[in-house]
């Protein structure tokens, strides 16, 4: 049998006992890490979810909101209830706001998905609330309309309004 030479013998290094200490120890350390860690990037999540909720409402709300302004007159509201709004803008474009199969529709355009509700209230000229607006073929009695949409997304709800005057509803 033959011997190692010396330079072999006496040189140092890690034996494989110590190799797996420090593997322990760093795998611990890593555990420990991502635990700490861990609620940190769930709050970032949340915080993505609910900033891409927002937006896609808050895109919604701002495009009918600019629609609804360019309604041509008060005799152009075709149809004025709590969960559909249609009417004819300044162009004569039939335009027609509605909830299908939970989808915000723009006549048969997908506006928004995973849409829980669209609520629309009509105001009169002396902001009392009018149950049941009068529409086309008359001139409407609504002065506003506020606008309420609800959103659920990656199980955040999300809920937005604004209120709207039609710029060329001229009457008092």
Not at 47 to 55: F, K, L, M, R, V
Not at 128 to 146: D, E, L, R
Request: positive net charge.
């Amino acid at each position: 049998m033959k011997c190692l030479p010396r330079k072999f013998i006496s040189q140092k290094g890690f034996s494989l006992v110590e190799m797996i200490l420090v593997m322990t120890v760093m795998t611990a350390i890593a555990v420990a890490s991502a635990s700490i860690f861990q609620p940190i990037l769930d709050s970032w999540a949340l915080g993505q979810t609910q900033a891409e909720t927002a937006d896609t409402v808050g895109y919604a709300i701002t495009r009918m909101k600019n629609e609804m302004t360019q309604i041509h007159d008060e005799g152009c509201v075709i149809t004025a209830t709590s969960t559909r709004f249609r009417f004819m803008d300044d162009a004569y474009l039939d335009i027609d706001y509605k909830i299908s199969g939970g989808n915000l529709m723009r006549g048969t355009n997908v506006l928004v998905r995973n849409v829980q509700s669209i609520t629309f209230t009509y105001y009169g000229s002396n902001n009392a609330v009018i149950a049941t607006p009068t529409v086309s073929p008359s001139q409407t009695n609504i002065w506003a309309i506020k606008i309420s949409i609800s959103i659920m997304k990656n199980g955040q709800r999300k809920t937005i309004e604004t209120t709207v005057h039609p710029r060329n509803f001229t009457w008092a």
